[in-house]
Structure formats: C-alpha cells, structure tokens
C-alpha cells in the first residue's frame, strides 16, 4: 500500500527552499513570473513554489544564477487578478506560470509574454487557450487537472470512493461560492448533477456570495439533513482553507473535496490529479521557454499522476469505519 506516514516531511522539503515573497528580482537574470490564486504564507504555496524550482532545476536552471521567480498571491480573491498581472508585467519576465483562473486575464493584458498554465480544470480549446492538445499555437501552453472524460469523469471517481465511505449518501449538499468568474465551481456543480443521478443521491447546493455566508450555508444543509458535504475546489475556499475545516467538524456531517489539501487538513476524503506535480511540469516547461522554446509548440499535458486522500482521524471522530479496500488504494492515510 502506498501511504505517506509522515506527511509533515513534504512541508520539510518545501521548507528548504527560500521562502515565496515579493522580494525583488535579480535584473541580471531572466524572470520567471508565478502568479496563484492562493495566500502566500501557507504551507500548500510553500509545496507549490518549491515544486516550480524543482522543474527549473531538473532542466538545469539554478535560482540566482539563470532565473529569477517574480511571484504574486491573490488570497483567493480573484478580482485582484488584474492588478497583479500588471505587477509582473512590469518586471519584463520572459516567461509567467499562471495557475488556475488567471489564463485568460493575464493573456489579455500581457499578450505578447509566454504563459504556462497548471492546475486549470476548465478545456482549453473551449476556453480558446489553445488550437489543440498537441499543438496549442499562440502564447499558451500548460498543463490541465483533468485526465481524459473531464470534470465529470474525475467526479464520478471521487463521488464512487467517497461511496465506498458512505454508503448511506442520500443527501449531498455542496458548498462554493458563485458568481460569472466561479468557473470551477460551475463545473463541479454540473457534473455532480449528473453524478447523482448514478449513483441515487439527492444534489443540493449551498452558494456563497462572500466567505461571511459560510455559518448559514452550513446551517442550512443541517437543517435539511444532508448526509454528507461537498467542499468545492474555488481558491476563496482553498485560501481560507482552516476556516472552512472549521465549520466541516461542527456540523458533524463526513466531507469530501478536491486537492490534496483538503483530506490532509481535515476532510474525511479528497480525490484530484496531483496539483504540486502539475507545479513541477510547469516549471519545467518554463525552463524550454527560457531555452528558445516557442510556447505553441509545447503539447498541452493532461494529468497522469492523482491522489486518494483518507483522513482516518476525521473518521475515527465520525465513527465511520473506513474499508480495508479503500485504505489499500489510498496514496495518503491521515492517522
């Protein structure tokens, strides 16, 4: 079984390398811009930061010496996008790594600056990224979270393990915030529709209009008793992640959600590709824009790698034995 028994050693590793700031750059060396949706000081940026120097140092880039990270958090709200963007454009860098939301934006006000998207869970030939998978043409180039079959496909799986957790699910009620730029959160919820009819469940949704609505969405699935909550992957619910735990243990209801980070922080399950390898091959697609590399002729790379997340603590305190089955698969167990 593969299972990490120490978790806190990933923190350890990501702890070795200079922490993520503002700090200025080095002019003698070109910049490499990061731009991420999620608060600076936390230790799921540290992992993916350090993930970025791990893919520029496999390719042979040396921090200091052949780059320098201009980095920008947006602390989950994703109206402070644009100013950011405009930040790093002015530190002229040759190449910007954008996670998630930021494509679109950042490629509209910077048009002419390389740009390597990860963690992304929308199509990007339908978001018009891309002219193909193979092939994308243009500036844009990057890695997606989803494998073959999309956001419906990776739900599917994860509703089928959590399952396998909670085999009395009759109630699902999901938490995310809503609005036009919410565009995971509109796929989540679509492809929960159609997972729930699958699998005999009742989807309900809980939409939050700012973090202050979180007590009374949570309130209100209790109220209805729901069996069980489904966290969303939106980056204003991942960049106040312990808040969010919070009100997931004092409903006592079991939880599921997206990233790793979910299940280490508390839920009793989470299930995605894996975001900090998706870091990785950014940076190392980085590292070939800096060697002369056009970014439309970078093939669009879909994930290969994911992560079951288990957290036998939150279990143990739910009383919900979890199956020997699940354990063996589970690439984390949290004890």
């Not at 002019?27 to 120097?53: N, S, Y």
């Not at 199509?123 to 891309?130: E, M, Q, R, S, V």
């Not at 989807?203 to 069980?228: E, P, Q």
């Not at 970014?295 to 199956?323: H, R, Y």
Request: hydrophobic share 45%; net charge positive.
């Amino acid at each position: 079984m593969r299972r990490r028994e120490f978790i806190g050693l990933i923190g350890a590793t990501a702890l070795s390398f200079p922490r993520p700031g503002n700090a200025q750059t080095n002019a003698a060396v070109p910049v490499v811009g990061v731009l991420m949706p999620f608060k600076q000081d936390t230790e799921p940026t540290r992992e993916r930061i350090a993930a970025i120097r791990k893919g520029l140092q496999e390719a042979g880039f040396i921090e200091g010496t052949n780059y320098s990270l201009g980095m920008r958090f947006a602390d989950g709200d994703l109206d402070r996008v644009p100013s950011l963007a405009k930040e790093l454009g002015a530190l002229n860098p040759r190449v910007i790594i954008v996670a998630a939301y930021g494509p679109r934006t950042v490629h509209t006000l910077l048009p002419k600056i390389p740009l390597v998207f990860t963690a992304i869970a929308i199509d990007p030939i339908k978001a018009g990224f891309a002219d193909s998978y193979v092939r994308p043409g243009g500036m844009l180039t990057g890695n997606v979270m989803n494998a073959v079959g999309g956001e419906e496909a990776i739900t599917q799986k994860r509703i089928g393990f959590f399952k396998e957790l909670v085999p009395d699910l009759t109630r699902l009620g999901m938490i995310a915030p809503e609005g036009p730029v919410r565009v995971m959160a509109l796929q989540e919820k679509h492809a929960l529709q159609k997972v729930s009819t699958q699998f005999g469940f009742e989807f309900m949704h809980y939409g939050l209009d700012t973090l202050d609505d979180l007590k009374g969405a949570f309130a209100s699935g209790v109220a209805a008793n729901v069996s069980a909550f489904y966290i969303s992957g939106e980056p204003l619910l991942a960049a106040n992640m312990s808040r969010v735990v919070s009100f997931v243990a004092a409903s006592g209801k079991p939880s599921v959600g997206t990233y790793p980070d979910w299940g280490r922080s508390g839920l009793l399950m989470s299930y995605s590709a894996d975001p900090v390898d998706g870091y990785r091959r950014a940076g190392a697609y980085a590292a070939k824009i800096l060697n002369g590399t056009k970014p439309g002729d970078l093939p669009i790379e879909q994930a290969s790698k994911f992560v079951l997340v288990i957290n036998q603590k939150t279990a143990k305190a739910l009383s919900i034995a979890v199956p020997p089955t699940l354990l063996a698969l589970a690439d984390e167990v949290i004890e």
